[in-house]
T-cell receptor, first 114, second 113 residues
Framework: AQSVTQPDIHITVSEGASLELRCNYS??????LFWYVQSPGQGLQLLLK??????LVQGIKGFEAEFKRSQSSFNLRKPSVHWSDAAEYFC????????????FGSGTRLQVQP | EPEVTQTPSHQVTQMGQEVILRCVPI?????FYWYRQILGQKVEFLVS????????KSEIFDDQFSVERPDGSNFTLKIRSTKLEDSAMYFC???????????FGSGTRLTVV
């Protein structure tokens, strides 16, 4: 069965440091890939998405993600983290099988130290 | 920017009671969804709705759950007889095309006591 793995449950970085959040999926074909951010008590905000084409995708708030087919990965990056980036980040996939259900990873909680 | 609106933001209900969670999807969207997130756990798909019928549902979406689009704007999730384990954040979402990503609402936190 298809699955999404976010291996890091919790990450702490210093403000201004770079960030990389990992996401791996298991599926035979290339799915549609998404990153969402959830601030405490808030909904899910779409950061970026990948459907096809250029494997480096730019999103909002200075985030980017790179799709690597050989590694079945879609890691999220930011060159310089701001304190307001502290939140939970979810990777999600939509399998190109006609199903419409997003499958979410278990999330990575990001803490930012001053 | 268009939003998906959910009401109420927080609902407390007694076990065994019926609850209706309400959502107003983005007006030109065609696909509607409900997801839930139990505290500290991942977001889970419940149901998708298209052309006035359920197009897909998960094993979570049992006979206690139902969805309805009673008019041209609202999309509701009903839980017939709530259980303690139904306590969760419930997210509504909508999309123009099923493959193009969703817009999520800010959620309704349901607490069953």
């Amino acid at each position: 069965a298809q699955s999404v793995t976010q291996p890091d449950i919790h990450i702490t970085v210093s403000e201004g440091a770079s960030l990389e959040l990992r996401c791996n999926y298991s599926y035979g074909a290339t799915p549609y890939l998404f990153w969402y951010v959830q601030s405490p008590g808030q909904g899910l905000q779409l950061l970026l998405k990948y459907f096809s084409g250029d494997t480096l995708v730019q999103g909002i708030k200075g985030f980017e993600a790179e799709f690597k087919r050989s590694q079945s990965s879609f890691n999220l990056r930011k060159p310089s983290v701001h304190w307001s980036d502290a939140a939970e980040y979810f990777c999600a996939v939509l399998m190109d099988t006609g199903r419409r259900a997003l499958t979410f990873g278990s999330g990575t909680r990001l803490q930012v130290q001053p | 920017e268009p939003e998906v609106t959910q009401t109420p933001s927080h609902q407390v209900t007694q076990m065994g009671q019926e609850v209706i969670l309400r959502c107003v999807p983005i007006s030109n969207h065609l696909y509607f969804y409900w997801y839930r997130q139990i505290l500290g756990q991942k977001v889970e798909f419940l149901v998708s709705f298209y052309n006035n019928e359920i197009s897909e549902k998960s094993e979570i979406f049992d006979d206690q759950f139902s969805v309805e689009r009673p008019d041209g704007s609202n999309f509701t999730l009903k839980i017939r007889s709530t259980k303690l384990e139904d306590s969760a954040m419930y997210f509504c979402a909508s999309s123009v095309l099923s493959s193009r990503g969703y817009t999520f609402g800010s959620g309704t936190r349901l607490t069953v006591v």
